[in-house]
C-alpha cells in the first residue's frame, strides 16, 4: 500500500500529468493520420525525451504508443485504410459496418475494445508486480544472456514464412552494435580506420533512419490524392456500452493480447490471430465474420491494445525489449542511468507502479479525448501525404542532428532510411534489425559478465532458472523445425498430385 501511495504522488506531478494529457492526446492524432503511426512519432520524440526525467519521458512515449492504436481505428473503419498496421485486421469487420450504415456503433465498439483490453493489461500487470518483484532477483547475468537469446530466436520464430530474412536483419542488427570502440579493451571494431565510425552506430540514428526517414521517403514519393473528410451521424457511445455485452469476447482478446505481450518477438499480431480465431471459433455468429460482426472487432481492438501495457514487463524485469518501441524506450532508461532489470523492482518499486498507474490514466484519456472529439478528428484522414512527408523529414532531421551535433549521422541516417524504403518494398520486417541492435548489447555485456564463473558449457544452465530458459529455448526451436517441416511436406505433397 505504500508504494502505492509512492507511486501517485509521483503521478500527481505536474510535469507527468502534462506528458499524460500530450501523450493521449497525441497518440490519438497521430494513429489517425494514415501512412505515419507510433513507431515514427516515438522515433521523433526521441531525442527531446533524452532532456526529460525517465517517469516524464516514458510517460510521454508510452501515451503515443497505446493511444495511437485507439486513433488507428478510425481510419481503418471509415476509409478502409489502417491508421498503424497492427489496426489492419479491424478492416475485416469495421468498414463492412460502416458501409452498413453502422459507422458510429463500429467506432464504439473498437473505442470501448481498446479501453477494455488496456485497462485489462494493466490491472493483471498491477495485480502480477509482487510475482515479478520475487522472481527477478532470480535472474543474474546468465539468465538474462538467456533470456535475450530466447528473445532472438523468438523474433525470428515469429515471422513466419520470412525466417530466414529475419534471421538474417536480426544478425545484421547484431553486426551493427559491435561497431566502434569497444568498452572492455578499447579496441576498434569495423571502424576500417574511419574516424565517424569509432563512436559506433548510434541506436537513436538507425531507429530514426529505418522508421521516420524511411516513411517520409515513401511518402514523399507516392500518390498525393487528397479527398474530402468522411461524415459520421450519430452517438459512439452506445457502441462503447455494447463491448461489455460481450464479456467473452472481449476478456478473451485481453489475456490473449497480455500473455503475448509479456513475450518477446510476438507481439500484436500473433495476439490478433489468436483472439479473432477464438472469437470466431466460439460465436453463434461465425458466419458474420469478415462481414461488419462486432464481436470480430471487439476481438481485434482488444488484442492489440493489451499488449502495449504487457510488453513492458520484459522491459522492466529484464532490460530485455520484447519489440521496436520498446527497444526506443529503453534508451531512456539508459541516458538516466536507471537500468532496468531485477533491481528495478527491488529498488524502485515505486517507479514501476507508477508507470502502470500512467498506463491506466492514459487508456481513459485516450477514450475521454475519442468521445468528444472524434468527428472534428476525421479532417486529419486528408492531409496530403507529400506534406505529411516533409513535416517528417524536416522533424527527424532536427532530432538526429541534436544528438551528436553531427552531419554524419545525418547522412547515416539517410542511408538507413533508404535501407528501409528498400524493405518496405520488399515486405520484409525491419524490427529484427533493431531489436539484433540491443538484444546483442545485452547478450555481449552479460556474457563477459557470466565468464569469470563458466567452468563448463554446462555452467551455462546449472541454476533453475536457467534451466527452464534452455528447456524453453529447446521446445521453441523443436516446434518451429517441425513447423518447417510440415509446410515443405505439404508443399511437396502438393507438387506432386499437381
Sequence with gaps: MDTFIDALGIVSRWDVIAALIAGSVGGVIIGAIPGVGPAVAIAILLPATF????????????????????????????????????????????????????????????????????????IALMLLSPVLARIAPMFGSREIFLAALLGCILVVVAHRGQSLAAGALLMFGLFLNTVGMEANTYSQRFTFDLPFLTQGVDLI?????????????????????????????????????????????ATAGSLSGTIMGIIPGVGEFTSQFLSYSFARATSKKPELFGKGSPEGLIASETANNSVPPAAMVPLLALGIPGEALTAMMLSVFYVHNVIPGPGLFRNQMDFVMALYICLALLNILALAFLLVATKPLLKVLVIPNRYLGMIILALSFVGIYSLRNSAVDCMMAAAFGLLG?????????????????VLGGIMENKFRTSLPRIQSLYSWIDRPVAMAIFCLICIVLALHVWGLWRDWKGKRNGSVQH
Design 51 to 122: 532532456g526529460m526525467e525517465p517517469i516524464v519521458g516514458l510517460t510521454l512515449l508510452l501515451g503515443i504508443y497505446g493511444s495511437a492504436l485507439f486513433g488507428g481505428s478510425i481510419p481503418s473503419i471509415l476509409i478502409n485504410t489502417p491508421g498503424t498496421p497492427v489496426n489492419a485486421l479491424t478492416t475485416y469487420d469495421g468498414y463492412p459496418m460502416t458501409k452498413a450504415g453502422e459507422a458510429p456503433r463500429a467506432l464504439g465498439l473498437s473505442f470501448g475494445a481498446s479501453f477494455f483490453g488496456g485497462i485489462f493489461a494493466v
Design 421 to 437: 524504403v528498400m524493405l518496405k518494398r520488399l515486405n520484409l520486417p525491419i524490427v529484427p534489425i533493431i531489436l539484433g541492435m
Design 205 to 249: 540514428v538507425v531507429v530514426l533512419g529505418l522508421f521516420a526517414v524511411s516513411q517520409a521517403f515513401v511518402l514523399l514519393i507516392g500518390a498525393d490524392e487528397k479527398g474530402e473528410a468522411p461524415t459520421i451521424s450519430g452517438s459512439v457511445g452506445k457502441g462503447v456500452r455494447e463491448v461489455f455485452r460481450h464479456p467473452r469476447v
